[in-house]
């Protein structure tokens, strides 16, 4: 449990280590107060010196178990804080404790995935993606798009089991959401994952009209490098290194909400350089900077920047928030766009796969903000479509 307060392994690979033993303390403390429990009542019942320092321990486990379980209501202050940042009205009254529409189970969200395996590049199930939205939805819905982009150190995971309370709850509003796979080092280096990316961005363009969503609103969240995709995906719009063979194609987006990921390859505090130079590059930063540099959302920031809402829990083993707190920093200096930045109170790295009251706020907050961001994007359509008319007219 200390290392949800502090994490001791902080240099990859062990930082995952520290990441799966506090998750669970971090995330569902009040399932560990549980065990410490019947450790404290096994402590009275010893006595003597053991029971004495029995007692103690898990009086102070408990103690801290407290602490983290109010970390959720915490989260939400941050959350709601980030979006006042980000210009978005508060809400007209206090979310309940678990905001409803994050669903209990995985089946129960899955009933919103209404399409699996569609192919969007020719490779295999590399290059496949699903698309979730309410069995309601009209095809001719235009409704606002979520692409999400899993996680996994750029060389594992999958479009299925990350992010999906989020994802049931976009789906349950009325959006249409896409999740997508792509290919994974180090059997394809890099820039393969992000040209998956743009490929996934191309076919949504493209064919997301069909499936109720509005091509002209696409937005993007991830997860660890998911969440570097999501952001350098939104920063590299029309970008022709990462579109080769369609570079003809718009892949603008309309907003982005990266979740602890890193945003920066030229800084590492947490040990991920060799992993980058092994695995994923395959060349080292002092013989590549110009691919490490353009591959780093933080160093492509400028006045095209759509909106932002970055998201990091503050004791991350493994990827640092301060990947996120500079990154936070650099759109506030250099994007015209709004941003917020939420750093959730001893929140782990992963912590939004499940459906704990923490993600629930999460998912509530990421929600209003794109909301927010569609919400201007159609007002400044109609605005567009009024003055072209008002021209026609003369």
């Not at 940042?85 to 409803?100: I, K, L, N, S």
């Not at 989020?166 to 890099?190: E, I, K, S």
């Not at 999501?230 to 892949?251: I, K, R």
């Not at 990421?366 to 400044?380: C, E, G, P, W």
Request: charged residues 20%; contains cysteine.
């Amino acid at each position: 449990m200390a290392g949800a307060y502090r994490p001791f392994l902080r240099r990859w690979p062990l930082s995952v280590l520290n990441a799966l033993t506090s998750a669970f303390a971090s995330e569902s403390p009040q399932f560990y107060a549980g065990a410490q429990t019947l450790g404290l009542l096994g402590a009275v019942r010893a006595g003597g010196i053991a029971g004495t320092a029995g007692l103690m321990l898990n009086a102070a486990a408990l103690a801290g178990l407290a602490g983290l379980a109010g970390d959720a209501d915490r989260s939400a202050r941050v959350l709601a804080e980030a979006l006042r940042e980000a210009g978005v009205p508060d809400a007209d009254q206090v979310p309940a404790r678990r905001p409803g529409g994050v669903l209990p189970g995985h089946v129960a969200r899955r009933r919103y995935r209404r399409v699996a395996d569609v192919s969007y590049s020719e490779y295999g199930p590399y290059g496949t993606l699903d698309v979730w939205h309410h069995a309601d939805l009209a095809p001719d819905a235009r409704a606002p798009v979520l692409l999400q982009v899993h996680g996994g150190a750029w060389q594992m995971g999958d479009k299925v089991g990350q992010a999906e309370p989020m994802l049931g709850y976009f789906a349950q509003r009325g959006w249409v959401c896409v999740t997508v796979n792509y290919r994974l080092a180090p059997a394809n280096r890099w820039p393969a994952m992000i040209v998956d990316v743009k490929r996934a961005i191309a076919w949504t363009r493209e064919n997301i009209a069909g499936h109720g969503g509005d091509p002209g609103f696409v937005a993007v969240t991830g997860g660890s490098a998911g969440g570097h995709l999501a952001a350098l995906a939104a920063l590299s719009a029309n970008d022709p290194d990462y579109q080769p063979g369609f570079t003809e194609v718009d892949t603008t987006l309309a907003a982005a909400v990266p979740m602890y990921g890193v945003h920066d390859f030229t800084r590492d505090r947490q040990g991920l350089w060799p992993l980058l130079e092994g695995k994923i590059f395959g060349t080292s930063y002092a013989d590549d900077e110009r691919s490490w540099r353009q591959a780093s959302p933080a160093l492509r920031i400028d006045s095209r920047t759509p909106p932002f809402l970055v998201v990091h829990g503050s004791t991350d083993a493994i990827v640092g928030v301060e990947q996120s707190r500079r990154f936070a920093e650099a759109l506030r200096a250099g994007s015209p766009s709004p941003v917020g930045y939420a750093e959730l109170p001893h929140a782990q790295h992963g912590f939004d796969t499940v459906a704990t009251t923490r993600t629930a706020y999460t998912a509530g907050a990421v929600y209003r903000f794109l909301t927010a961001a569609h919400d201007r994007a159609m007002a400044s359509r109609a605005g567009e479509t009024g003055r072209n008319t008002a021209g026609m007219a003369r």
